[in-house]
């Protein structure tokens, strides 16, 4: 089984901070992405393919990465951004696992 | 619209059963794999399990913490997938997702259902 292990585990920050989010896997992954959850509601995809923005998803959203590191910067935080944020490896090696995810906190 | 409703969770009793639902609209189900997640109260996002489309078999794979216990199924005339979950343990006590899956079930999932909670408890 894959693990991905996903630092700091909670950020404090202020709107108008850029922040970068990592993501490490314990082997080599071709597919990453990543989604934003808010509580009561289901994840949102952000990032498919390490890097190509889903559909909806504004440019100030980026992602990078490949092997075993991979990243996801918020260039300016926005009000809705505070949330917490999970990475997930897919493709066909199972299970799909998840980091244990980034709460993202309003300072 | 592409849209995902969960349902059929509730409070049962350890080494009980329960079956939910994914009933989906706006596309082709049959098209599409589905995958299935939980989120106990508080903690992360766990892969469950998958279904492939029929045209790749409808293959199942199952994570280890349910293999055996849960059983991923399809009815693509309903356009709707279930989650039949057996010999229920306190453990398994989670809010479950259902997703769209890519036909071979390896995708990023662009659309999720709302959630369905499952209690056990005695």
């Known amino acids: 089984e894959i693990v991905l292990t996903q630092s700091p585990g909670t950020l404090s920050l202020s709107p108008g901070e850029r922040v970068t989010l990592s993501c490490r896997a314990s082997q080599n992954i071709r597919y990453l992405a990543w989604y934003q959850q808010k509580p009561g509601q289901a994840p949102r995809l952000l990032i498919y393919g390490a890097s190509t923005r889903a559909t909806g998803i504004p440019d100030r959203l980026s992602g990078s990465g490949s092997g075993t590191d991979f990243t996801l910067t918020i260039s300016r935080l926005e009000p809705e951004d505070f949330a917490v944020y999970y990475c997930?490896?897919?493709?066909?090696?199972?299970?799909?696992?998840f980091g244990q995810g980034t709460k993202l906190e309003i300072k | 619209e592409v849209h995902l409703v969960d349902s059929g969770g509730g409070l049962v009793q350890p080494g009980r059963s329960l079956r939910l639902s994914c009933t989906a609209s706006g596309f082709t189900f049959g098209d599409y794999g589905v995958t299935w997640f939980r989120q106990a109260p508080g903690k992360g996002l766990e892969w469950v399990g998958l279904?492939?489309?029929?045209?790749?078999?409808?293959?199942?794979d199952y994570a280890a913490s349910v293999e055996g216990r849960f059983t991923i199924s399809r009815d693509d005339s309903k356009s709707t997938a279930y989650l039949q979950m057996n010999s229920l343990k306190t453990e398994d006590t989670a809010v479950y997702f259902c997703?769209?899956?890519?036909?071979?079930?390896?995708?990023?999932?662009?659309?999720w259902g709302q959630g369905t909670l499952v209690t056990v408890s005695s």
């Open positions: 997703g769209r899956s890519g036909p071979l079930g390896s995708s990023s999932i662009a659309y």
């Open positions: 279904i492939t489309s029929k045209t790749y078999g409808g293959t199942r």
């Open positions: 997930q490896q897919y493709g066909t090696s199972h299970p799909h696992t």
